[in-house]
C-alpha cells in the first residue's frame, strides 16, 4: 500500500501542476494548452527543469529564474494540495477501480475551489465535463451505483436550489450545480459532505462577524471552497460517518 500511496502522491504533484494552468487560465479564457508555461511577469517560458512540481519553486526561493520577481506560493500550495489529496484518498480508499472517479472528483474539488476564490464562479467548462466524466465512469466501475450515484446528485442540486432561492445572498448557480456533481462521485456520502460544508461556512462566517462586525456580512465569502472541502471530507470519510449516523442513531 506504501507504494500505491507514494505514486499516487507523485501523480497528484503532476495533476497539481496542470490544475494551476485551469486555474489561470480557463476563468480568462485562455488556452489550457498554448502558450506553455511562463512567468507571469517578464513572460519568458518556463524550462522544463523549472517546472518541477513544488522542487523548483523551492530550489528557486520563489522567483522566475529570469527576471527575479516573486513567484506566488500559491503555486507549489495548489500542488502539495493534490499530491497530498490524491495519496490520502488512495490511503482511505485503496488502490481499486473506484481511483478513475475519486481521483479526478478531487482534482476537480481542488480546481472550483482555487477558482472561486479569485473569480466568485464556478465555470460551466468544469462541472459539465466532470458530470458527463462522472455518469460514465459510474456506469464502466460502479454500475450496481449508479441509480443511486444519480439520485444523490439530483437530490443535492435540489437541496442546494431552494437554499440558494430562500438566500440567493449566501450562494450562486454554481455552487448549486458543484452540489450535483458532488452527488454523482460521493451518493449517500453527499449528506455528510454537505454537512460539513455548511458548518465549516457557518465557523469561517462567525469568526468574520466577530473579528470585523457587520461588516463582515457585505464582504461575503465565496461557498465553493467549503463545498469543495465537505467533498474531499465525503471523499475520504463519507461512507464512514453515514454507517456510524446508521449505527448510532437509527
Same mark, same amino acid.
Given at each position: 500500500?506504501?507504494?500505491?500511496?507514494?505514486?499516487?502522491?507523485?501523480?497528484?504533484?503532476?495533476?497539481?501542476?496542470?490544475?494551476? #494552468?485551469?486555474?489561470?487560465?480557463?476563468?480568462?479564457?485562455?488556452?489550457?494548452?498554448?502558450?506553455?508555461?511562463?512567468?507571469?511577469?517578464?513572460?519568458?517560458?518556463?524550462?522544463?527543469?523549472?517546472?518541477? @512540481?513544488?522542487?523548483?519553486?523551492?530550489?528557486?526561493?520563489?522567483?522566475? %529564474?529570469?527576471?527575479?520577481?516573486?513567484?506566488?506560493?500559491?503555486?507549489?500550495?495548489?500542488?502539495?494540495?493534490?499530491?497530498?489529496?490524491?495519496?490520502?484518498?488512495?490511503?482511505?480508499?485503496?488502490?481499486?477501480? /473506484?481511483?478513475?472517479?475519486?481521483?479526478? !472528483?478531487?482534482?476537480?474539488?481542488? *480546481?472550483?475551489?482555487?477558482?472561486?476564490? /479569485?473569480?466568485?464562479?464556478?465555470?460551466?467548462?468544469?462541472?459539465?465535463?466532470?458530470?458527463?466524466?462522472?455518469?460514465?465512469?459510474?456506469?464502466? #466501475?460502479?454500475?450496481?451505483?449508479?441509480?443511486?450515484?444519480?439520485? *444523490?446528485?439530483?437530490?443535492?442540486? &435540489?437541496?442546494?436550489?431552494?437554499?440558494? &432561492?430562500?438566500?440567493?445572498?449566501?450562494?450562486?448557480?454554481?455552487?448549486?450545480? &458543484?452540489?450535483?456533481?458532488?452527488?454523482?462521485? &460521493?451518493?449517500? *456520502?453527499?449528506?455528510?459532505?454537505?454537512? *460539513?460544508?455548511?458548518?465549516?461556512?457557518?465557523?469561517?462566517?462567525?469568526?468574520?462577524?466577530? %473579528?470585523?462586525?457587520?461588516?463582515?456580512?457585505?464582504?461575503?465569502? @465565496? !461557498?465553493?471552497? !467549503?463545498?469543495?472541502?465537505?467533498? =474531499?471530507?465525503?471523499?475520504?470519510?463519507?461512507?464512514? =460517518?453515514? /454507517?456510524?449516523?446508521? /449505527?448510532? !442513531?437509527?
Amino acid at each position: 500500500m506504501g507504494v500505491e500511496v507514494g505514486l499516487a502522491g507523485l501523480f497528484g504533484l503532476l495533476i497539481g501542476s496542470f490544475l494551476n #494552468v485551469v486555474i489561470h487560465r480557463l476563468p480568462r479564457g485562455e488556452s489550457l494548452v498554448r502558450p506553455g508555461s511562463r512567468c507571469p511577469f517578464c513572460e519568458r517560458e518556463i524550462a522544463p527543469y523549472d517546472n518541477l @512540481p513544488v522542487v523548483s519553486w523551492v530550489l528557486l526561493r520563489g522567483r522566475c %529564474r529570469h527576471c527575479g520577481e516573486t513567484i506566488s506560493a500559491r503555486y507549489p500550495a495548489v500542488e502539495a494540495l493534490t499530491g497530498g489529496a490524491f495519496a490520502a484518498v488512495v490511503l482511505a480508499r485503496g488502490a481499486g477501480d /473506484d481511483l478513475w472517479m475519486q481521483l479526478p !472528483f478531487a482534482a476537480v474539488l481542488i *480546481a472550483v475551489a482555487f477558482i472561486d476564490l /479569485d473569480h466568485r464562479i464556478i465555470p460551466n467548462r468544469i462541472l459539465a465535463p466532470a458530470a458527463i466524466y462522472g455518469v460514465a465512469a459510474a456506469a464502466l #466501475v460502479r454500475t450496481g451505483d449508479l441509480p443511486e450515484l444519480l439520485i *444523490a446528485g439530483a437530490a443535492a442540486f &435540489l437541496a442546494l436550489l431552494l437554499t440558494a &432561492l430562500a438566500y440567493p445572498a449566501g450562494m450562486g448557480m454554481g455552487d448549486v450545480k &458543484l452540489a450535483g456533481v458532488m452527488g454523482l462521485y &460521493l451518493g449517500i *456520502a453527499v449528506i455528510p459532505a454537505l454537512l *460539513a460544508a455548511f458548518l465549516a461556512g457557518t465557523l469561517v462566517g462567525l469568526a468574520m462577524i466577530a %473579528r470585523e462586525g457587520a461588516g463582515a456580512r457585505k464582504e461575503g465569502v @465565496p !461557498f465553493g471552497p !467549503f463545498l469543495a472541502l465537505g467533498g =474531499l471530507i465525503g471523499l475520504l470519510a463519507g461512507p464512514e =460517518l453515514v /454507517d456510524w449516523y446508521a /449505527d448510532t !442513531f437509527l
